[in-house]
C-alpha cells in the first residue's frame, strides 16, 4: 500500500493509501512513525498505528469522563463501550490508569459513602446496593461498611429523617400505630437497618 495523501483533521490526520481508502489516525502517532507521502505502509504497520490511536482516543475520553466526577472502574468501561471502543483496549487503559492512581474502587466507594450517609443520610443497606450497582468488588464494599459498625451518626441520622416524616405526616388522623408503622416503611426505604429503625421508634416514641 502507498500513502497518497495526509491531511490533518483537528487531533487527527486522514491516512489516505492506493488513492481510495481512508484511516483516521492521532496526529502526534502519524508524526512519532515519520509517515509521509508516497511512503509504503503494509497492512501490519498499518494496524499498528490504528490500535495505537485507538488507545489515545479511550485513554482522553476517560480522563474527559473522570475528569467530570469519580467513577468506579466498571462504570467507567460500561460507558466506554458505548461509545463504541473496542473492550480489550478498554481493559488495557483502565489498567493503566488503575496503576497512575487516575482510576481507585475504593476511595471512589469510600466517598460515595460519607455522600450516601452524610449528605443525603442513607441507611447502610442503600449504600451496599448503590455499590454492587456500581460494580464494587464485594470486599471493598465490605470493607466499607464495616467501617460504619456502631457509628452514631446513623441512628443520629435516621432520627432526624424520622422527625421529618412525622412532621410531613402531622396533619393527618393516624393512629400511633399507623404512624410507627409508616415510619418504619419510611426509613427501611432509605436504607436502615430493623435495629436502627425500632431504636428511632422507640425515641420517637417512648411516652
Known amino acids: 500500500m502507498i500513502i497518497t495523501r495526509l491531511v ?21 502517532i ?17 494496524e ?3 490500535r495505537q490511536s485507538s488507545l489515545i482516543k479511550i485513554k482522553e475520553k476517560a480522563l474527559d ?12 468501561k460500561t460507558k466506554l463501550i458505548k461509545k463504541g471502543f473496542d473492550p480489550v483496549q478498554i481493559d488495557s487503559v483502565i489498567r493503566e490508569l488503575k496503576e497512575k492512581r487516575y482510576l481507585n474502587d ?9 455522600e450516601k450517609i452524610g449528605k443525603k ?10 455499590l454492587i450497582e456500581k460494580g464494587i468488588d464485594r470486599n471493598i464494599i465490605d470493607e466499607i ?8 451518626i446513623l441512628y443520629e441520622n435516621a432520627l432526624i429523617s424520622a422527625g421529618k416524616k412525622i412532621a410531613s405526616l402531622d396533619y393527618k ?5 399507623e404512624l410507627k408503622n409508616k415510619v418504619r416503611r419510611f426509613l427501611n426505604s432509605r436504607g436502615y437497618d430493623r435495629d436502627t429503625i425500632e431504636k428511632v421508634i422507640n425515641t420517637k416514641f417512648s411516652g
Open 121 to 130: 443520610k442513607k441507611g447502610l443497606n442503600l449504600v451496599k446496593k448503590t
Open 8 to 28: 490533518k483533521k483537528g487531533k487527527n490526520v486522514i491516512v489516505e493509501v492506493d488513492g481510495t481508502d481512508e484511516f483516521l489516525i492521532r496526529e502526534e
Open 48 to 50: 499498528g498505528l490504528i
Open 30 to 46: 502519524v508524526y512519532k512513525a515519520g509517515l509521509r507521502k508516497n511512503d509504503e505502509l503494509n497492512e501490519e504497520k498499518l
Open 173 to 177: 388522623n393516624l393512629t400511633e400505630n
Open 65 to 76: 469522563l473522570l475528569s467530570r466526577r469519580p467513577h468506579s472502574s466498571r462504570e467507567l
Open 106 to 114: 475504593f476511595e471512589f466507594a469510600k466517598l460515595l459513602a460519607e
Open 145 to 152: 461498611l464495616n467501617s460504619y459498625a456502631n457509628n452514631e
